[in-house]
């Protein structure tokens, strides 16, 4: 059974309908849920209270993102450097297993792949 949706392009787009009853079970991933300690993490919210329009036709809205910093902005602005989640799987990119911090972040752990792929990326953060 599907149901019309207007994709961000305006384009009709045809989706799959699916059962809500497997909500109850999530998040199966171990993510940061509200409520959870924090350790480290910051929090902004993501486009201004207007929703996320993405591809397929879907609409996230309150989108919340989590991040992590450390050290100081240069005052040229030129010394920031983003992590994406698809790098680390979760906003803890760097440091100790910890009070809101499960694991430890890919940044410190020698054996992860993306961090021998990347030999630089713990001095980025020392």
Known sequence: MTHERVSGDGTSVDQPRHPRAYTSDLPVTGAWLPGDPV???????VGSGRPFVL???GVLSDVTMA???WGELSPAVDNAILVCHALTGDSHAYGEVGDGHATEAGGTASSDPVVESIPTVTSWFA
């Open 39 to 45: 350790g480290n993490r910051q929090f902004t919210p």
């Open 55 to 57: 591809e397929g036709g």
């Open 67 to 69: 991040f992590e910093t």
